[in-house]
């Protein structure tokens, strides 16, 4: 079916709903094996809350937050939003978060008031940062800006805040390029297609990924693709990566952002929408993302 008739209003407020839904969907499943989830839920369709975190039902965790961190962050400054996305997170993460990734936590406790100097202090003393929190939180670039070019330099520019690994920069670029394509009214699986070609995430457009659903950005991004080539419709999407287990809710953020953007707003159900508990922030930051890529379009 095609989706190029979605207005840009509802792919924007598609693509923020997605990443909570998804986020929030798999919170409950998150650090749990598929087979355990089988035994507890069979197959979990509905967000409940519970999980590792005790989630509220329809409360989300640190993918959807960040996310609206970047978002508020280039509402403020468009031009030059580095550093009010850093006090956004800074001001979250001082209001002691349920659950905030590692790398994330260690760049955070590193800033001193040079966000890249952070992210390369915390890969040193962690030996490591290919982890998935710069890619989860990445779609609004996308969303706010029109021009490709802006777009790879700013969703670059918000994982290197955090994130030292190139594989995560990476990451957020391709991830982003694709929302653009859907965005302009492209068909999801040639844009999919299209951006991963020849890079380590093609192959999970025809099989199951070889890896465990982890939090590395490779494997990460590789189940939320599959998960977006195999799924029929946004609900079967967000459903698929629940029911992964591993960072299942951050794999549901990532697939959920791309297929809201897709499906549009009206394609989440209302069940799934109606859930979520910071609706009225998101409905906020989705009509100001509106008007801002509504004036970058006009612009370009």
Same mark, same amino acid.
């Given at each position: 079916?095609?989706?190029?008739?979605?207005?840009?209003?509802?792919?924007? =407020?598609?693509?923020?709903?997605?990443?909570? %839904?998804?986020?929030?969907?798999?919170?409950?499943?998150?650090?749990?094996?598929? =087979?355990?989830?089988?035994?507890?839920?069979?197959?979990?369709?509905?967000?409940?809350?519970?999980?590792?975190?005790?989630?509220?039902?329809?409360?989300?965790?640190?993918?959807?937050?960040?996310?609206?961190?970047?978002?508020?962050?280039?509402?403020?400054?468009?031009?030059?939003? @580095?550093?009010?996305?850093?006090?956004?997170?800074?001001?979250?993460?001082?209001?002691?978060? =349920?659950?905030?990734?590692?790398?994330? &936590?260690?760049?955070?406790?590193?800033?001193?008031?040079?966000?890249?100097?952070?992210?390369?202090?915390?890969?040193?003393?962690?030996?490591?940062?290919?982890?998935?929190?710069?890619? @989860?939180?990445?779609?609004?670039?996308?969303?706010?800006?029109?021009?490709?070019?802006?777009?790879?330099?700013?969703?670059?520019?918000?994982?290197? @805040?955090?994130?030292?690994?190139?594989?995560?920069?990476?990451?957020?670029?391709?991830?982003?390029?694709?929302?653009?394509?859907?965005?302009?009214?492209?068909?999801?699986?040639?844009?999919?297609?299209?951006?991963?070609?020849?890079?380590?995430?093609?192959?999970?457009?025809?099989?199951?990924?070889?890896?465990?659903?982890?939090?590395? %950005?490779?494997?990460?991004?590789?189940?939320?693709? +599959?998960?977006?080539?195999?799924?029929?419709?946004?609900?079967?999407?967000?459903?698929?990566?629940?029911?992964?287990?591993?960072?299942?809710?951050?794999?549901?953020?990532?697939?959920?952002?791309?297929?809201?953007? +897709?499906?549009?707003?009206?394609?989440?159900?209302?069940?799934?929408?109606?859930?979520?508990?910071?609706?009225?922030?998101?409905?906020? %930051?989705? %009509? &100001?993302?509106?008007?801002?890529?509504?004036?970058?379009?006009?612009?370009?």
């Amino acid at each position: 079916m095609s989706d190029k008739g979605k207005s840009l209003a509802d792919r924007i =407020k598609g693509g923020l709903y997605g990443v909570a %839904v998804g986020d929030a969907l798999g919170g409950t499943t998150e650090f749990m094996s598929a =087979k355990e989830i089988r035994r507890k839920y069979g197959y979990l369709t509905d967000i409940i809350g519970g999980g590792v975190w005790d989630l509220e039902p329809g409360e989300v965790t640190d993918d959807t937050m960040m996310t609206l961190c970047v978002a508020e962050g280039i509402l403020d400054y468009p031009d030059d939003p @580095m550093a009010s996305i850093g006090e956004r997170f800074l001001a979250w993460y001082r209001s002691d978060p =349920k659950d905030i990734g590692n790398i994330i &936590r260690r760049a955070f406790t590193r800033y001193d008031g040079h966000w890249f100097e952070a992210a390369f202090l915390a890969d040193q003393d962690l030996g490591r940062s290919a982890g998935n929190g710069s890619l @989860m939180r990445c779609l609004p670039v996308a969303l706010a800006y029109a021009d490709p070019d802006r777009v790879n330099r700013m969703s670059r520019m918000q994982s290197k @805040m955090t994130h030292y690994d190139e594989r995560c920069n990476e990451a957020c670029g391709l991830y982003n390029r694709i929302a653009l394509r859907l965005l302009n009214g492209e068909e999801l699986r040639p844009a999919m297609a299209a951006e991963t070609q020849g890079t380590p995430y093609a192959s999970a457009l025809a099989e199951a990924p070889d890896c465990e659903p982890t939090g590395f %950005v490779v494997d990460t991004l590789r189940w939320a693709f +599959y998960c977006l080539q195999q799924g029929d419709g946004f609900a079967d999407v967000v459903q698929r990566a629940a029911n992964l287990g591993g960072d299942s809710d951050t794999i549901g953020a990532i697939a959920g952002g791309l297929a809201g953007v +897709y499906y549009g707003y009206a394609g989440i159900p209302t069940a799934f929408a109606g859930a979520i508990l910071i609706k009225d922030r998101l409905d906020a %930051v989705a %009509v &100001r993302l509106t008007a801002l890529r509504q004036a970058a379009s006009d612009d370009s």
